[in-house]
């Protein structure tokens, strides 16, 4: 199943257009009729676990795969068929990778004008000078990239990949190399760099901050399918399949049943809120409870045994055992010091009701 409804209207322009696209190595469908648009200036992400072919999309859409059905087109032109496969230094496409390759025998501006030697050396250096003030690495000409931190390397080959200002960059788990404090800073500034570029780019990744850091639209991907197109809003708010709601941030589906339009009867009583289900009343349904959509709440009359707990500095995430032997998250602020084993009120805060069929 997709969800469609973030997609841009036909006759608008884009800078990516995957159709129907399908992958197989040796009679193994690897991916299977990826649909994906991405418009000019936007960034998107392949999200999903390893193995989903989100790194083997990526490289049918950069010419290093063969794709076996549909079509990959830029900016309107043709780049991959069955039947035509456009070489990749003919895409006008630019890579980034996890291992930044960047050449230890050549100086920080040796390494950036390296695809750009056709340009006169005034525009060589304009541009160099450019993207290293972008990079925020101004004053780095001369030096060479062992000298440099993991980040600052990282920023480098960023500007290495854009110096011949490509449609379109692809990056494949780019900052999966580097500690998560410097991933965290990172990634905003990547994604501003490529804004201020007005660069279209797709970044492959199996991690949720990441993508909803950096994208505009992501692709959940599980077993060479997409199975959601969306915004990082949409997707955590909004799953389309059981998937997504399992893959994405921390959940738990809680059985219920409808009793009407707006509202479900579960182990946590009568839980109202928006929801285009659609389903009957009294029919038994999966309700999708985020962990804060629960909250502690002393003079709640649903009590639940706490069964383990995190302390996250702002608050608590506790795993709490309701009556009926379903756990679920909580959260409660960290002044609220519970124990394992202790009995705490519990409170249902939802706005969105998201419902899937039990027999799915």
Same mark, same amino acid.
């Given at each position: 199943?997709?969800?469609?409804?973030?997609?841009?209207?036909?006759?608008?322009?884009?800078?990516?257009?995957?159709?129907?696209?399908?992958?197989?190595?040796?009679?193994?469908?690897?991916?299977?009729?990826?649909?994906?648009?991405?418009?000019?200036?936007?960034?998107?992400?392949?999200?999903?676990?390893?193995?989903?072919?989100?790194?083997?999309?990526?490289?049918?859409?950069?010419?290093?795969?063969?794709?076996?059905?549909?079509?990959?087109?830029?900016?309107?032109?043709?780049?991959?068929?069955?039947?035509?496969?456009?070489?990749?230094?003919?895409?006008?496409?630019?890579?980034?990778?996890?291992?930044?390759?960047?050449?230890?025998?050549?100086?920080?501006?040796?390494?950036?004008?390296?695809?750009?030697?056709?340009?006169?050396?005034?525009?060589?250096?304009?541009?160099?000078?450019?993207?290293?003030?972008?990079?925020?690495?101004?004053?780095?000409?001369?030096?060479?990239?062992?000298?440099? =931190?993991? *980040? #600052?390397?990282?920023?480098? +080959?960023? @500007?290495?990949? !854009?110096?011949? &200002? /490509?449609?379109?960059?692809?990056?494949?788990?780019?900052?999966?190399?580097?500690?998560?404090?410097?991933?965290?800073?990172?990634?905003?500034?990547?994604?501003?760099?490529?804004?201020?570029?007005?660069?279209?780019?797709?970044?492959?990744?199996?991690?949720?901050?990441?993508?909803?850091?950096?994208?505009?639209?992501?692709?959940?991907? =599980?077993? *060479? #399918?997409?199975?959601?197109? +969306?915004? @990082?809003?949409? !997707?955590?708010? &909004? /799953?389309?399949?059981?998937?997504?709601?399992?893959?994405?941030?921390?959940?738990?589906?809680?059985?219920?049943?409808?009793?009407?339009?707006?509202?479900?009867?579960?182990?946590?009583?009568?839980?109202?809120?928006?929801?285009?289900?659609?389903?009957?009343?009294?029919?038994?349904?999966?309700?999708?409870?985020?962990?804060?959509?629960?909250?502690?709440?002393?003079?709640?009359?649903?009590?639940?045994?706490?069964?383990?707990?995190?302390?996250?500095?702002?608050?608590?995430?506790?795993?709490?055992?309701?009556?009926?032997?379903?756990?679920?998250?909580?959260?409660?602020?960290?002044?609220?010091?519970?124990?394992?084993?202790?009995?705490?009120?519990?409170?249902?805060?939802?706005?969105?009701?998201?419902?899937?069929?039990?027999?799915?």
């Amino acid at each position: 199943m997709r969800d469609m409804t973030s997609l841009p209207p036909a006759h608008m322009l884009t800078d990516l257009n995957i159709k129907n696209v399908s992958v197989s190595y040796d009679g193994n469908t690897i991916i299977q009729g990826v649909d994906f648009r991405l418009l000019a200036g936007q960034i998107g992400c392949l999200l999903g676990p390893s193995g989903c072919g989100k790194s083997t999309l990526l490289r049918a859409i950069a010419g290093f795969e063969m794709i076996s059905t549909g079509s990959i087109e830029l900016d309107g032109k043709p780049l991959s068929k069955p039947e035509l496969m456009v070489n990749p230094e003919q895409r006008n496409i630019g890579m980034v990778f996890q291992d930044v390759a960047l050449f230890p025998h050549l100086t920080i501006s040796e390494n950036i004008e390296f695809g750009i030697q056709s340009w006169s050396k005034s525009e060589r250096k304009e541009r160099t000078r450019h993207l290293l003030e972008l990079v925020g690495l101004s004053g780095f000409e001369t030096r060479y990239p062992q000298s440099l =931190s993991g *980040g #600052q390397q990282q920023r480098i +080959a960023l @500007a290495r990949a !854009i110096a011949p &200002k /490509p449609k379109l960059l692809l990056m494949d788990e780019p900052f999966s190399g580097l500690d998560a404090k410097l991933r965290e800073e990172l990634v905003p500034d990547v994604r501003a760099i490529l804004l201020a570029e007005k660069m279209s780019a797709i970044l492959v990744s199996h991690d949720q901050m990441e993508a909803f850091a950096m994208a505009d639209q992501i692709a959940v991907m =599980s077993e *060479g #399918q997409i199975h959601q197109l +969306a915004t @990082a809003y949409q !997707i955590y708010h &909004k /799953p389309a399949t059981r998937f997504v709601a399992s893959f994405i941030g921390h959940g738990d589906l809680l059985p219920s049943k409808v009793c009407g339009p707006t509202c479900v009867i579960s182990d946590l009583g009568e839980i109202k809120g928006k929801t285009e289900h659609g389903f009957k009343a009294d029919q038994e349904i999966d309700l999708l409870i985020r962990p804060d959509d629960i909250l502690h709440d002393d003079d709640s009359e649903f009590t639940g045994e706490i069964v383990s707990k995190w302390f996250r500095g702002s608050h608590f995430l506790y795993r709490v055992r309701l009556a009926s032997g379903k756990v679920v998250y909580c959260f409660a602020s960290s002044h609220h010091d519970h124990s394992i084993g202790q009995s705490i009120g519990l409170s249902v805060h939802l706005d969105h009701l998201v419902l899937f069929p039990r027999d799915a």
